[in-house]
Nanobody
Framework: VQLVESGGGLVQAGGSLRLSCAAS?????MGWYRQGPGKQREWVAH???????YYADSVKGRFTISRDNAENTMYLQMDSLSPDDAAVYYC??????????????WGQGTQVTVSS
């Protein structure tokens, strides 16, 4: 499964952005990690195939993850952005390979810049 991300960019503090992650095939869990400058990659959120969502405390109440299973696409709506949210955001998707083994694909990353 290949993943293509889009939607990053520059936004002022307090603004919003929506990231998209399109998968080339069926997946079950999908989600996002981010890596800010000088920081370790951190988990942001993920969503199961049935729509159950999980969020890091740092984004809970501000970010909303969703997915369109018919389009194999996941979204991350980011509101009330702060400079602390500036990072490269990476989507991931878990899927089953032909022989039933679970695998994970990663997107190429999309830059989110938040100006204060």
């Amino acid at each position: 499964v290949q993943l293509v991300e889009s939607g990053g960019g520059l936004v002022q503090a307090g603004g919003s952005l929506r990231l998209s992650c399109a998968a080339s095939g069926s997946t079950f869990a999908m989600g996002w990690y981010r890596q800010g400058p000088g920081k370790q990659r951190e988990w942001v959120a993920h969503i199961g195939s049935s729509g159950t969502t999980y969020y890091a405390d740092s984004v809970k109440g501000r970010f909303t993850i969703s997915r369109d299973n018919a389009e194999n696409t996941m979204y991350l709506q980011m509101d009330s952005l702060s400079p602390d949210d500036a990072a490269v955001y990476y989507c991931f998707a878990d899927f089953y390979e032909d022989w039933g083994v679970q695998a994970r694909s990663w997107g190429q990353g999309t830059q989110v810049t938040v100006s204060s």
